[in-house]
């Protein structure tokens, strides 16, 4: 198992971590609207690994039509703190380091404490701002990682992306969550929120499972 989790108060909200809470739909944070969907994607160890792969190289938001620059990993070693699991409990400390891994662009993996800026437009709604990694989760069976909003977005708040193996099944499936707090005047409008996050998720889905698969 290897975790990674970012406690510092540089991101522009106060839940952090929150994408991760079990109440996250009935009780999301002060002003937000809270969004989750899952995705069976295919089944399998090889299923699994690949999309995996695709997901801590930024291949969700590449493919979604977002350019990904100014990548700055975190100064000096992560703290590798306390995180939580899928039921919202807490994991004991894990000290070890995490190795950093590179795409075969040079753009490095995912990690905790590293900031980015993504650019871009979803059926003409901004997608752009500075983002911050909060967690990185690698475990036998989960894969995933959560964006804190920093700045320059037209929301501020929260994503989590998480691909799970499940033993019982053999199923993969991916579940993105996120909680949004509209920053930007247009984006208070009734309804403007979910339509952006709506697009968002649906072009997630078509990065990590060019198939599609099964919605829940």
Do not use: C
């Not at 969550?177 to 996050?197: I, T």
Request: charged fraction near 25%; glycine fraction near 10%.
């Amino acid at each position: 198992m290897r975790r990674g989790t970012f406690r510092e108060g540089t991101v522009d909200y106060a839940a952090v971590g929150a994408t991760h809470a079990p109440d996250l739909m009935q009780y999301p944070p002060e002003r937000s609207t809270p969004a989750e969907e899952s995705w069976r994607i295919g089944s399998g160890e090889e299923r699994f690994h690949t999309a995996a792969e695709a997901l801590l190289s930024w291949t969700a938001q590449r493919a979604a039509g977002l350019e990904l620059s100014d990548v700055r990993p975190a100064a000096g070693a992560a703290y590798t703190g306390i995180s939580f699991d899928a039921e919202g409990a807490p994991i004991a400390p894990n000290r070890n380091e995490q190795e950093q891994r590179f795409d075969a662009e040079g753009t490095p993996f995912a990690a905790p404490g590293m900031t980015l800026r993504l650019r871009g437009r979803v059926k003409g709604m901004r997608a752009d701002g500075e983002l911050r990694v909060i967690s990185v989760t690698e475990e036998r069976r989960r894969v995933g990682f959560v964006l804190g909003t920093v700045g320059g977005s037209v929301v501020s708040g929260e994503e989590s992306f998480d691909l799970y193996w499940h033993e019982d099944t053999d199923e993969v499936w991916f579940t993105v969550r996120a909680f949004d707090a509209p920053v930007a005047l247009l984006y208070r409008l009734p309804g403007m929120v979910k339509r952006r996050r709506k697009e968002l998720f649906a072009r997630y889905l078509r990065a990590i499972s060019p198939l599609y698969a099964t919605p829940i």
